[in-house]
């Protein structure tokens, strides 16, 4: 089956680190990956996305390049601030057969003191 | 969310009673979704509606849950006889061009 790991929070950084998030996936074809943010007392939304191999995304400052030899699509970003401070999904949504259920990961929560 | 009403944004309700979550969409999403979000979990996914297709209830946790989408649009997750387990954030989202877009979310509370 379809299923997107990522690592288990919570990540505490002091503001202007460098953080990385990993996300590595599961997939029966070829699949679009997606990093949704959930800011506190927020919904979820779009942070980026990356439709095939060898994509970058990029919004605000993060990065995830999709490495489909590792399948893996790492989130980073050089340095965080503390409007940072969010819970972070790694998701999957497959391309093929007209089936588009979006696959979510556990969620890492990133805490970013001054 | 951009896209996605739901309500009521929270609910409390006494243990065996039974409960409705509506989301409501605009118009021209095909996809639309049901997750769970429990205190310090991750994102469950419960049931997943594209088109005239029949439903993923997949991941519905018990045959009390219970989900429809009527016309293509509105859908309503009903839960029969509540259980504490069952507090949680409910979330809708809609997917449109490859993306899922999130509502806010309904804060169920089983006291």
């Known amino acids: 089956g379809n299923s997107v790991t990522q690592m288990e929070g919570p990540v505490t950084l002091s503001e202007e680190a460098f953080l990385t998030i990993n996300c590595t996936y599961t997939?029966?074809?070829?699949?679009?990956l997606f990093w949704y943010v959930q800011y506190p007392g927020e919904g979820l939304q779009l942070l980026l996305k990356?439709?095939?191999?060898?994509d970058k995304g990029s919004n605000k400052g993060f990065e995830a390049t999709y490495r489909k030899e590792t399948t893996s699509f790492h989130l980073e970003k050089g340095s965080v601030q503390v409007s940072d401070s969010a819970v972070y999904f790694c998701?999957?949504?497959?391309?093929?057969?007209?089936?588009?259920?979006?696959?979510f990961g556990i969620g890492t929560k990133l805490q970013v003191i001054p | 969310g951009a896209g996605v009403s739901q309500s009521p944004s929270n609910k409390v309700t006494e243990k065996g009673k039974d409960v409705e979550l509506r989301c409501d969409p605009i118009?021209?999403?095909?996809?639309l979704y049901w997750y769970r979000q429990s205190l310090g979990q991750g994102l469950e996914f419960l049931i997943y509606?594209?088109?005239?297709?029949?439903?993923?209830k997949s991941g519905l946790p018990s045959d009390r849950f219970s989900a429809e989408r009527t016309g293509g649009s509105v859908s309503t997750l009903t839960i029969q006889r509540t259980q504490q387990e069952d507090s949680a954030v409910y979330l809708c989202?809609?997917?449109?061009?490859?993306?899922?877009?999130f509502g806010q979310g309904t804060r169920l509370t089983v006291v």
């Open positions: 998701a999957l949504r497959l391309n093929s057969g007209g089936y588009q259920k979006v696959t």
């Open positions: 997939a029966t074809g070829y699949p679009s």
């Open positions: 990356a439709t095939k191999a060898d």
């Open positions: 118009s021209g999403h095909t996809a």
């Open positions: 509606f594209q088109g005239n297709s029949a439903p993923d």
């Open positions: 989202a809609v997917g449109k061009r490859g993306e899922a877009f």
